[in-house]
């Protein structure tokens, strides 16, 4: 079997091919592609298995090609969706594309004389050109809408299938316009081969059907499976609806860790094959050695870090370990102090907070702060009796009353952390 396709099926991440897919990849270098719709100024975590896709297809010799839909972003895909999507104004979405552009760069190899060298595309490039009738005449007769019908996309939103609420006539076209992105890119850049998720194969499948009927040449398709939690629940957003975003603006390194590293033991061993390098050899010997010590954690942590470093960097995965240890009285007050005011607020997300002026905090004394000044504890009584009992911290370590605050206490040169007994924190804004 071909060694790329091989990989995927030991990963889990295989779901189906046309026929005669692992011999053209056999065959010779093939350039094949991925397209990724501009619906923010981020990708999220839920685009990290097309990336991977993409960059195995290119570690197996193959040329791949990244596609950014400046064009079919206007329109949304219908696939797995029941409703239709917002469209965009022209400057939003083209602020969405440059973004994805550069974000995508990180992830795939772009440099370099090499003929498999990563490239990225933008389907507006050439559907922009396009009027309506010379797109009706010249593609959309290649298609009865019986075949587009029978896709399953279509027929779920027809017939109001999990809610859907029917399909415009311009989600409709959607398919037309990503077959006509595998003939373009067939004719101009050699592309033999697209990939996507399982609910891409109608759409996929309409450009392979496109080629054939259009310029009767040869075209071939792969999807790979869809990720659900092991418990069947979506993949990717946290409990609220957020979703995780690769941009650290946007979803913060320690919380793109944190998402790994609390994955149950059954996702952590499926995750691991889908998300990291690792080699299948490492990969077994890591279960194994986890199912030894489960408390210990290794799958979860060998996932994180993998993860956290090929998105972010080793810089900002040491962050977000010491970030972790915080929490877990790990860490020393210096590694507290310098966190930066996100990662910091982050981590004590949902603790009480008050302002106070930084110069009254310098002149002031512990007790008065704890006190009097934040209202943390309610009297001045109740305060030196918890350094009685040395129940107080400061920045996660003890102190007594006699303890003067200096600037290099405050975390980001802004936040105090007052803490009573183990799980009582309040934070002292200086301003």
């Known amino acids: 079997m071909n060694a790329f396709i091989e990989e995927l099926k030991w990963r889990g991440l295989y779901a189906d091919m046309m026929p005669g897919t692992d011999k053209q990849l056999d065959k010779e270098m093939t350039t094949g592609y991925i397209g990724f719709d501009p619906t923010a100024d981020s990708l999220h975590i839920g685009s990290l ?94 298609l009865t809408v019986n075949y587009m019908m029978a896709k399953e996309s279509v027929k779920k939103r027809l017939t109001g299938e999990n809610g859907a609420e029917g399909m415009s006539f311009t989600e409709f076209t959607y398919q037309l316009l990503q077959g006509f992105d595998f003939l373009h890119l067939y004719q101009n850049n050699n592309v033999k081969l697209q990939m996507g998720g399982t609910d891409q194969w109608g759409n996929i499948t309409t ?32 409990e609220a609806g957020e979703n995780y975003w690769l941009d650290a603006k946007k979803t913060s390194p320690y919380k793109f860790y944190q998402f790994w590293v609390n994955s149950t033991d059954e996702d952590a061993k499926r995750f691991i094959k889908f998300y990291t390098f690792l080699s299948e050899e490492t990969i077994n010997d890591l279960i194994k050695s986890h199912e030894e010590a489960p408390h210990e954690r290794l799958l979860q942590k060998t996932l994180a870090e993998e993860i956290t470093v090929w998105v972010h960097g080793k ?117």
């Open 207 to 238: 450009g392979t059907e496109l080629i054939r009927r259009k310029v009767q040449g040869e075209a071939f398709a792969l999807t790979t499976t869809l990720i659900t939690k092991s418990d069947g629940s979506k993949f990717g957003k946290s």
């Open 49 to 142: 298995i097309q990336i991977k896709i993409l960059a195995h297809f290119q570690q197996h010799g193959h040329k791949p090609i990244a596609l950014v839909g400046g064009a079919t972003g206007m329109i949304g895909d219908p696939s797995g969706k029941s409703n239709e999507r917002n469209l965009l104004d022209e400057a939003t979405l083209n602020h969405y594309v440059s973004c994805l552009k550069k974000q995508l760069s990180q992830f795939l190899n772009f440099e370099g004389n090499e003929a498999n060298k990563a490239e990225l595309v933008n389907n507006f490039d050439w559907m922009k050109s396009i009027s309506f009738l010379d797109f009706v005449r010249d593609i959309g007769k290649n």
């Open 315 to 431: 810089e900002e995965f040491e962050k977000a370990v010491k970030a972790s240890n915080i929490l877990f009285g790990k860490s020393t007050a210096e590694d507290l102090v310098n966190l930066d005011e996100a990662t910091f607020l982050e981590i004590f997300s949902g603790v009480p907070q008050k302002e106070i002026s930084k110069s009254e905090i310098l002149e002031g004394n512990i007790v008065d702060l704890l006190s009097e000044q934040s209202g943390f504890l309610k009297s001045k009584g109740e305060a030196r009796r918890e350094f009685a009992g040395n129940a107080i911290s400061l920045n996660k370590e003890k102190i007594n009353e006699n303890i003067q605050i200096t600037e290099k206490d405050f975390v980001d040169g802004k936040f105090l952390l007052l803490q009573k007994g183990k799980k009582n924190y309040f934070i002292v804004k200086g301003i």
